[in-house]
């Protein structure tokens, strides 16, 4: 039996948020090399939203909206003009909602520049996260992330430093500089299908 995975490749000089958002939605992978995105990603207003959850918090019941995107996602040698927002809150009289993302296959993200703010805030991702030798020129927040698999991470730049936040009391901002990790990229590949 033949598996065949659709998949979604461009390499061109620019891409639009609304055209990524659209191939994501489709469910299908999506290869994005060697091009600009023009504007900002708002992850957290995708349609295949689901309220996942709730919980009190000060008197308000907050409700958790996920954003499952299931898709591969390979970004390589990208520069991202506008913001990545991979969370949003809102607040209304006795609610509170969070929409959150999740990932549920591969997200790659190498050797891309970052010009804006990125919010991880609240992303789970299940599968393989990379950023290795992308660069994050403002100060990108790595807040409360859901990993299932450790990050790679090797020559990541952070040029203002960054936000960690394991839970809720603990808030670590680094320095600027590489962050250089020691992790195992021998069985790092593309998955079958997306060459």
Not at 28 to 35: K, M, N, S, V
Not at 94 to 104: A, D, I, L, N, S
Not at 174 to 188: A, C, E, W
Request: glycine residues 6%; positive net charge; proline residues 3%.
């Amino acid at each position: 039996m033949l598996l065949t995975i659709a998949t979604v490749a461009f390499s061109q000089k620019q891409v639009s948020a609304a055209y990524i958002l659209s191939r994501l939605a489709s469910g299908e992978a999506l290869i994005c090399q060697d091009a600009v995105i023009t504007d900002d990603i708002d992850f957290t207003r995708f349609p295949l939203q689901t309220v996942t959850g709730q919980y009190p918090e000060k008197g308000k019941t907050v409700y958790v909206v996920s954003n499952f995107i299931n898709g591969h996602v390979y970004f390589k040698n990208c520069v991202f003009k506008g913001r990545l927002n991979f969370f949003r809150a809102e607040n209304t009289a006795g609610t509170k909602k969070e929409y959150r993302v999740e990932w549920r296959e591969d997200v790659l993200f190498e050797n891309c520049r970052f010009e804006k703010a990125v919010d991880f805030e609240l992303t789970n991702f299940t599968k393989l996260v990379s950023l290795e030798r992308s660069v994050f020129t403002e100060q990108p927040r790595f807040v409360r992330m859901g990993l299932r698999q450790k990050p790679q991470l090797n020559g990541l730049t952070l040029q203002k430093g960054c936000y960690f936040q394991f839970d809720q009391s603990k808030k670590v901002k680094t320095q600027p500089g590489k962050y250089l990790m020691n992790v195992d990229t021998s069985n790092h590949a593309l998955p079958a299908g997306w060459k």
